[in-house]
T-cell receptor, first 116, second 112 residues
Framework: AQSVTQPDARVTVSEGASLQLRCKYS??????LFWYVQYPRQGLQLLLK??????VVQGVNGFEAEFIKSNSSFHLRKASVHWSDSAVYFC??????????????FGKGTLLTVTP | EAAVTQSPRSKVAVTGGKVTLSCHQT?????MYWYRQDTGHGLRLIHY???????EKGDIPDGYKASRPSQENFSLILELASLSQTAVYFC???????????FGAGTRLSVL
């Protein structure tokens, strides 16, 4: 069975600072990897995803993530955060589970607060 | 614009009552999902469906039923609502099982 760990429940950074949100997964093969963002009172929206190829993937609003297979990690990064980036960020792992089915597992999320 | 629409957006129910949450998608997606969000637990899958008239159990199906009468519509039914089912519920759709999920805005359910 797969699992996802986001070790930081809360992260606070100053506006303009760089950001890294950590995500580690457990799965025997190479899964599909996602980062979603949830703004207050809204559903989740996709930031970026990795299926294969270049391990560094670019997403919306200047976010990027790097898949490091040897470390089973998929950390999210941004060079300079803006106050509007304050939200909850979820890492998710999708893996084939038989037939035509995939199992998607979410981490518990990291609440990002950007301070002025 | 393609979208996932949930109704109602919020609901207060009494313990032991029946609750139906509805979801409608215009994405032309085969897969639809119901998730529950609780503080500290992230999102947990309740039921999903990949074809009309068929539903599958997710990770926490107990106390919930699902219905998929058409490709566009997917309902979550709480036959006997309990206090522990107070949560925010999200519906989502995807083109295939490993694809991006598109979420609705959520339904905030309070069971009293």
């Amino acid at each position: 069975a797969q699992s996802v760990t986001q070790p930081d429940a809360r992260v606070t950074v100053s506006e303009g600072a760089s950001l890294q949100l950590r995500c580690k997964y457990s799965y025997s093969g190479t899964p599909y990897l996602f980062w979603y963002v949830q703004y207050p009172r809204q559903g989740l929206q996709l930031l970026l995803k990795y299926y294969s190829g270049d391990p560094v993937v670019q997403g919306v609003n200047g976010f990027e993530a790097e898949f490091i297979k040897s470390n089973s990690s998929f950390h999210l990064r941004k060079a300079s955060v803006h106050w509007s980036d304050s939200a909850v960020y979820f890492c998710a792992v999708s893996a084939f589970s038989g037939g035509s089915n995939y199992k998607l597992t979410f981490g518990k999320g990291t609440l990002l607060t950007v301070t002025p | 614009e393609a979208a996932v629409t949930q109704s109602p957006r919020s609901k207060v129910a009494v313990t032991g009552g029946k609750v139906t949450l509805s979801c409608h998608q215009t994405n032309n997606h085969d897969y639809m999902y119901w998730y529950r969000q609780d503080t500290g637990h992230g999102l947990r899958l309740i039921h999903y469906s990949y074809v009309a008239d068929s539903t599958e159990k997710g990770d926490i199906p107990d106390g919930y039923k699902a219905s998929r009468p058409s490709q566009e519509n997917f309902s979550l039914i709480l036959e006997l609502a309990s206090l522990s089912q107070t949560a925010v519920y999200f519906c989502a759709s995807s083109y295939w099982g490993g694809d991006t999920l598109y979420f609705g805005a959520g339904t905030r359910l309070s069971v009293l």
